[in-house]
């Protein structure tokens, strides 16, 4: 099959991200998607650094840098600013991780979505706190490696389903989506941008150092957390609406685990453990898609 | 794009942090330790191909619904779509990547759509230059017309020499015209003509012509086939009824009348056997095939022996003929011994031991042997080597006398038409070479493609043509993440009945719909499609899309040397190399 991406720019090369990484690609495709009328709110996080330092930026639009605990509410502050500007073409958009997303964010943008303030927030999940050295967050997944998850010392405790908070918040749209899946990402985002309200993406993005992985495995290892159901590519419209948009292969997890250095010290009996809960979550996903609720 | 931006004192510094300038100053390229480079590689198909024709970069322009541009780019290397299209054996798909996947693609059924597509061509078509070299060509068969095509395509004055009334050799009076119409034979030679390629009929190079004559050109090409078939040497050979089964063919194929039994039996197992069996069963007689050893050996190729079987020829294997016998001068009872197989013979096939006291005989009113074809070879001088019965040659064509060079079934074993038309490729460089004073050897290894022999017409004649590593891209080699399953689509064949009644053509070709099905399942092992992932997905902005023969660009001044590009080129179009210290 071949991939059809927009060919206008808003991006340049020279930026700061590590070779490979999935963070610069993800903000490279959301800006084809949504254009140059755009503004990007970034908290703390890898992108802060990516981007490049004061007097200079690797996008062509306007980046507001902000707190690491801050992204909602800085979004709803310009949107608020824009709409007494009468600027209604501007779309505001929050660029934040996981760790300020599901943890540290989650005041803001809890509050921002019950309010269902108007711009798209789009959490780029590399699954850890990168930027500074690979601390678990509440989307590292069930027994990965980290450096506060050391092997011995492993994470117990399964991913925060952040779709579904956030849908349950009763937004008007949420989706995840994947870098390796560029047509799939655009389209939700175009989707995103004709609706008013609270719009949430979550996007997986693939981080080399982060999951011990070859630079140049990145895309292929996105694109099995997808194929596997590990990561299944969906929509929830209106907080109930639920929609698979890619029906994946079901390879077993094994192949996307085995792949990456953070999941090497894995035992048998514990891949066996990641394909069960993989495969109910699927059957859940599959049923709520069918309007059954579980 | 902005340079540094320097700020001298506070005062100059905006009053709240605006950024003024984009990053294109920090020269990520130096980060790198491996460099992507785009490499088109070798498509396993066409280095299988003996005619070359480069199958990835034709049946892209199908799927793109661009015909006539594919059918240029097979006549660049052959003149005869239309023919292999349709008789080609098609090594190209057994070699096929595709089947590692699902099932090989349908190459031949494609290059018969391509050309069935195509418009004749007008005289006076378009060459490369003119020169006032004449060359001669003897024999008007595949070989001898490809070496003339291409000569005349590069400007030549070539006159072919033909002892037949009419052009084609074999493909005019061997293959039966259930397999291929005449009109698609005529039409590729009218097109070969309106190259500007003179072709004299009923001229034989031994009859009426002479090397003498043939002193005034430059350079003369021999390719005159292998007709004489092979005896049998048994008792009985010259009873009437007893018959060679290329003599049938040739006259079925030049229209005269034949008469053949009801009980025949055909001796052999190659085409011309097969062929032979075919054709008495669409003359009304009961075709019967003995063959000395088993299926196995058949030198005839699967599809023509799975179409003879289809039609109800009964093949009998592990039989020799061991006496013709006859009642007043015509042949009546044939008959045979039971054989089995033994050790490897000098062919590397198992040969045939008699099984002692199994003879039998069987009815027959004619009998046709078809048990292969040798060339004749009396006609040429004695400083020309021969060399078990066939014309020796060098890589570069060339007979052991300078200005005569010989190609095709009466100079090698491979006698396909396919291989035909390569050796008259072969030929046609080599004589250039001569002619230009270019030295063939490092010529024709420069224009290579993978390691069989075949040659590239098309890297010959264009400097700018994209080069290709003669690296033959395996399977694994390929990113199947972006491809789908699919079924093959295959030529629809008429029904038995329809089929055994006259000469009209078996295979009916592919749909118009189905050829573009078939077109967008081929992987384009090696060669860029443009498919665009390695731009989509370099997350450093530094692959470059440019037009023309070169597609894309790496801009090495931020390419960080990730190899996302490489590994995501579904076809291996790109190759990784060290970065230098
Ligand atoms: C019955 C049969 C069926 C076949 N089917 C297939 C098939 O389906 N697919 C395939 O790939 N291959 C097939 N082959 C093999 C293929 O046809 C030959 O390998 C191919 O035609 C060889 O080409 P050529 O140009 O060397 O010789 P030819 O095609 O034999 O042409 C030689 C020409 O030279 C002429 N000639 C001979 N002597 C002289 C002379 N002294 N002066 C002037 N002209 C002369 C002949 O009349 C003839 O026209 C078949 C062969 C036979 C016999
Ligand atoms: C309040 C606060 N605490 C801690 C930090 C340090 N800090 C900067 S980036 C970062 C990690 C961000 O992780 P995540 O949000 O997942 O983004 P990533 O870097 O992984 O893209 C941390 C902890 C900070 N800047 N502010
Ligand atoms: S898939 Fe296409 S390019 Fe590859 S071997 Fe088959 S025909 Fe050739
Ligand atoms: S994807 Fe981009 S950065 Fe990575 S190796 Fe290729 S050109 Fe260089
Ligand atoms: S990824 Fe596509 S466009 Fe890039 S080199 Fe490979 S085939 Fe060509
Ligand atoms: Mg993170």
């Known amino acids: ?294 | 794009m902005a340079g540094k931006i320097i700020y001298h004192r506070e005062s100059e510094m905006p009053f709240s942090p605006v950024s003024s300038g984009d990053m294109s100053w920090n020269r990520t390229g130096t980060w790198r330790y491996i460099r992507p480079k785009y490499e088109d590689k070798t498509p396993p198909c066409n280095a299988a191909c003996p005619a070359g024709v480069d199958i990835p970069m034709f049946i892209g322009l199908v799927g793109e619904g661009r015909y006539e541009e594919a059918w240029n780019v097979i006549r660049e290397e052959s003149p005869f779509p239309g023919v292999c299209g349709r008789v080609c054996f098609h090594p190209c798909e057994s070699h096929c990547n595709r089947a590692d996947y699902d099932e090989v693609m349908a190459i031949n059924a494609l290059e018969r759509f391509v050309a069935d597509q195509a418009p004749p061509l007008e005289p006076g078509s378009p060459i490369r230059g003119r020169r006032e070299e004449r060359v001669a060509v003897v024999g008007s068969g595949p070989s001898g017309l490809s070496c003339a095509y291409h000569l005349a395509r590069m400007g030549y004055q070539v006159t072919v020499f033909e002892a037949l009334p009419k052009p084609g050799g074999i493909l005019r009076v061997g293959i039966p015209s259930y397999r291929l119409p005449k009109d698609i034979l005529d039409k590729e030679i009218a097109d070969i003509q309106a190259c500007g390629v003179e072709i004299k009929t009923n001229a034989r190079l031994g009859g009426d012509l002479s090397f003498k004559d043939l002193e005034e050109y430059e350079a003369v090409f021999l390719a005159t086939g292998a007709h004489v078939s092979r005896k049998l040497n048994i008792p009985g050979e010259d009873l009437e009824g007893v018959g060679s089964g290329l003599d049938l063919l040739r006259d079925i194929n030049l229209g005269k009348a034949v008469h053949v039994g009801r009980k025949v039996a055909v001796i052999g197992g190659g085409n011309t056997a097969l062929d032979a069996a075919r054709a008495v069963l669409r003359l009304g007689g009961n075709p019967l095939i003995l063959y000395r050893r088993s299926r196995e050996e058949m030198p005839a190729f699967d599809e023509e022996v799975s179409e003879a079987l289809e039609e109800g020829i009964e093949i009998r294997y592990l039989i020799g003929p061991t006496e013709i016998i006859g009642l007043n001068g015509r042949v009546t009872q044939l008959e045979c011994i039971k054989m089995e197989l033994g050790g490897e013979d000098e062919t590397g096939r198992r040969r045939p031991v008699p099984i002692p006291q199994s003879n039998f005989t069987l009815e027959v009113d004619t009998l046709i042997v078809a048990a292969g074809e040798e060339p004749n070879l009396t006609f040429l001088p004695e400083d020309i080597r021969v060399e078990a019965k066939m014309v020796s040659t060098d890589k570069g064509a060339r007979t052991s006398r300078k200005e005569v060079f010989a190609g095709g079934d009466m100079a090698h074993l491979d006698r396909t038409v396919a291989h035909a038309i390569g050796f008259g490729k072969r030929a046609a460089i080599s004589i250039d070479c001569v002619i230009r004073k270019r030295g063939v050897t490092s010529v024709l290894q420069g224009i290579r493609v993978g390691e069989n022999g075949t040659l590239s017409m098309a890297k010959y004649l264009s400097e700018i043509a994209r080069r290709r590593s003669p690296h033959v891209v395996a399977f694994e080699e390929l990113n199947l993440d972006y491809f789908e399953h699919a079924e093959r689509n295959e030529r629809a064949k008429l029904p038995v009945p329809e089929r055994v009644t006259d000469f009209r053509e078996v295979s009916t070709g592919l749909t118009e719909q189905e050829a573009l099905r078939e077109a967008v399942r081929c992987f384009s092992c090696g060669v860029c499609d443009g498919c665009e992932n390695c731009y989509i997905f370099c997350p450093d902005l530094s692959v470059i899309t440019d037009e023309g023969v070169v597609k894309y660009r790496i801009n090495y001044d931020y390419c960080k040397g990730c190899g996302i590009c490489i590994a995501e080129c579904p076809r291996n179009a790109l190759s990784v190399e060290k970065e230098a210290k």
Not at chain 1, 6 to 27: I, N, T, V, Y
Not at chain 1, 72 to 78: P, V
Request: aromatic content about 8%; glycine content about 10%.
């Open chain 1, 1 to 294: 099959m071949k991939i059809h991406i927009p060919k206008e720019e808003h991006m340049g090369p020279g930026h700061l991200a590590c070779a490979g990484c999935g963070s610069p690609l993800g903000l490279r495709l959301a800006l084809k998607a949504l254009g140059e009328e755009t503004v990007i709110v970034i908290p703390a996080s890898c992108m802060s650094i990516i981007v490049g330092p004061f007097p200079y930026s690797a996008i062509g639009v306007p980046i507001v840098h902000v707190a690491f605990e801050t992204a909602a509410c800085s979004a709803s502050g310009i949107r608020a600013s824009l709409d007494m500007q009468g600027d209604r073409k501007t779309t505001v958009v929050a660029w934040a991780g996981d760790g300020g997303t599901f943890d540290i964010g989650i005041q803001a943008l809890s509050g921002a979505a019950e309010r269902n303030d108007d711009f798209i927030y789009i959490c780029s999940d590399n699954e850890a706190y990168m930027n500074t050295g690979i601390q678990r967050s509440s989307a590292t997944p069930y027994l990965a490696w980290t450096t506060t998850t050391p092997v011995g010392n492993p994470k117990e405790r399964p991913k925060k389903d952040m779709m579904a908070i956030m849908a349950d918040h009763g937004i008007p749209y949420a989706a995840a989506a994947c870098v390796a899946y560029p047509e799939d990402f655009i389209g939700k985002l175009k989707k995103a941008k004709g609706i008013k309200g609270t719009r949430f993406i979550h996007l997986l993005t693939p981080c080399p150092a982060g999951w011990r992985i070859a630079s140049n495995e990145s895309i292929k290892v996105a694109r099995l957390a997808v194929e596997t159901k590990v990561f299944p590519l969906y929509e929830i419209e209106g907080g109930e609406v639920h929609t698979i948009t890619y029906q994946p292969k079901g390879t077993p997890v094994e192949a996307y685990l085995s792949q990456q250095g953070r999941f090497r010290h894995l035992t048998k009996e514990e891949v066996a453990t990641i394909q069960e809960n993989v495969d109910r979550r699927w059957d859940r996903l599959v049923k709520r898609c069918e309007g059954r609720a579980n």
